[in-house]
């Protein structure tokens, strides 16, 4: 069954068509990916999804548990249940890893924080207080997102690009992170165009230029990287140029 | 009529301080108004204070050598609503010597009231000098705050000044501190800030690195809401060879806050170098969006990444 289903979704920034007509249904407590080239919406279709500034004018619907949530900001859709984490998380300057976590957690506990952190591979003694600043490497800065998804507890998880400026070591300590999201009937949605991503998921959408152009279990779609096509017709054009005139 | 203890109660109360005054091995000296209500000192630093009409004068000398372990409280306050507070404080630290002072200035009660801090500050060569100077002030504002000092930082000799006010409404504050570093000297100095309703903060900070080596920061991070207004003036110049120092100014703007920001770097050593950058604007977005998908209100959220900008580091 469906919890977040999107249809006929179309968006254009700054005039440009980038989400064009896309439909798609994300299963109640499943691990979904979302898979395709540059360019083909991904990030944006998770962006419009949590409702951010800039992402709010759209045509089409989103249905959130039967419900349309195209009318709620940001944190109406998080107190609903839908999150999101960040490519490239934000960095907050003198704000404590602690009460960064404490702001969204359930279980407001110093011990429940202290094992989210060991959760995602950060020793709380060294992390409770640092803050999620500049000081932190890309890598720490994402792992601290994810433990604030996971202290979070959401319905819905988007996980844009989960693997972005994380070394091989602590990748594993990642899809860890998303297995406990699963076992908490969390939906996760990954946004990848990475293998090792995709392979974390049970179900998968491969999008381009701003629709959904295949959709099936792991093996169907990671063909998509073992033959480097896509089926479509056209490699590597540039959307505008490919749909300019469409939609 | 409170006794002299309760007076020092009802003053610290306000500061979330865990305070032990009675410790022999704690320097102290509070203030109510003009007159001295607490003072004690450790070997090796001698304070005098004199009683003047409208507040003290006082004088703080360590003597070459002295460590002094525990940082020193110093109390500056007045419990009723209106009045006037000059402190005038003439401060020489010995050569190679080192002493932290933690200062609080309350002000609860204020409706009209005025502050003005005149200091003079010597450090010895290599000597070290830290000054925490945190405010509380009344949801009122009616106050006027003066702190000026005047520093002269020894050869390799280190000079570490924070201001805090975040806690009450700013009323008007007008900082004016002035350093000089002699070869190998540091001078690092930090303002945080909060201002809302109708407040002004004006920041002047200005720091000369004459010596060779010599090495400075002036740092101020302020938050304007409501109709607070903010001009912070950093200006850092650098004659001695192979100085170093950076000026950095964020602000933070809500509502119909006005913040003005004037870092001038000024390098008169080939050699020199000296680096600024200054930050105005709104709560980021993407800070605030992040906090907000994780289900804080938008209130909330800028509350928080106010509080952490101006958080004591």
């Known amino acids: ?247 | 009529m409170k006794t002299q203890p309760e007076l020092i109660n009802s003053l610290y109360e306000y500061t979330d301080t865990d305070l032990n005054l009675k410790d022999p091995d704690t320097a102290h000296l509070v203030i109510n108004g003009n007159t001295v209500i607490g003072m004690h000192a450790v070997p090796g630093l001698d304070i005098k204070v004199r009683e003047l009409e409208d507040g003290i004068d006082a004088m703080v000398t360590l003597d070459e050598g002295t460590i002094v372990k525990k940082p020193v409280h110093l109390c500056f306050g007045m419990l009723p609503e209106s009045g006037i507070q000059r402190i005038i404080m003439n401060v020489n630290i010995g050569k190679n010597a080192r002493i932290s002072l933690l200062a609080h200035c309350v002000f609860p009660n204020a409706v009209d009231v005025q502050h003005i801090m005149d200091a003079r500050i010597h450090i010895g060569d290599g000597a070290n000098y830290s000054y925490f100077e945190k405010h509380v002030h009344s949801p009122n504002g009616g106050l006027k705050v003066y702190p000026k000092a005047v520093v002269e930082v020894g050869k390799n000799a280190h000079f570490k000044t924070e201001f805090e006010l975040i806690k009450g409404r700013v009323g008007l504050i007008d900082i004016d501190y002035e350093t000089s570093c002699d070869d190998g000297g540091v001078v690092d100095m930090m303002a945080r800030i909060s201002g809302r309703g109708d407040d002004i903060i004006k920041i002047k900070e200005v720091g000369h690195l004459n010596g060779e080596r010599s090495r400075g920061a002036l740092t101020s991070k302020i938050a304007v809401r409501g109709n607070a207004r903010a001009e912070v003036y950093n200006k850092l110049t650098a004659s001695g060879a192979y100085a170093r120092g950076h000026v950095d100014c964020k602000e933070i703007l809500q509502d119909n806050g006005v913040a003005t920001a004037i870092p001038i770097v000024e390098v008169h050593h080939p050699k020199a170098h000296i680096t600024h950058e200054a930050a105005i604007g709104s709560v980021d977005n993407k800070q605030l969006e992040t906090l907000m998908s994780r289900g804080l209100p938008e209130d909330d959220a800028v509350e928080m990444i106010i509080n952490g900008l101006l958080a004591k580091q």
């Open chain 1, 1 to 247: 069954m469906g919890i977040l289903t999107v249809k006929d979704l179309t968006l254009r920034l700054n005039g440009k068509l980038i989400l064009n007509r896309l439909n798609v249904d994300f299963w109640d407590g499943h691990v979904h990916a979302v898979i395709g080239p540059n360019g083909a919406g991904k990030s944006t279709l998770a962006s419009t999804l949590v409702g951010l500034s800039g992402y709010r004018d759209f045509e089409g619907d989103i249905e959130f548990e039967g419900k349309s949530i195209r009318e709620l900001g940001v944190d109406q859709r998080a107190q609903r249940g839908i999150t999101l984490g960040w490519q490239e998380p934000a960095r907050f300057e003198g704000l404590p890893i602690h009460d960064f976590l404490r702001a969204s957690a359930k279980d407001k506990s110093r011990e429940h924080i202290e094992e989210l952190l060991n959760k995602v591979g950060l020793d709380p003694v060294n992390y409770l207080y640092r803050a999620v600043d500049k000081t932190l490497s890309g890598g720490e800065r994402k792992k601290v997102e994810l433990a604030s998804i996971l202290a979070m507890e959401p319905k819905v998880a988007l996980l844009d690009e989960p693997d972005s400026g994380i070394d091989i070591e602590s990748i594993h300590r990642i899809f860890d992170a998303v297995k406990v999201l699963r076992e908490l009937g969390t939906t996760v949605i990954l946004i990848t165009h990475s293998l090792a991503v995709l392979e974390q998921a049970e179900h998968a959408f491969l999008m381009c230029h701003g629709q959904v152009v295949d959709k099936g279990d792991v093996k169907k779609i990671r063909r998509y990287f073992e033959d480097k096509c896509i089926p479509c017709d056209h490699k590597n054009i540039p959307t505008q140029q490919l749909i300019g005139g469409q939609a």
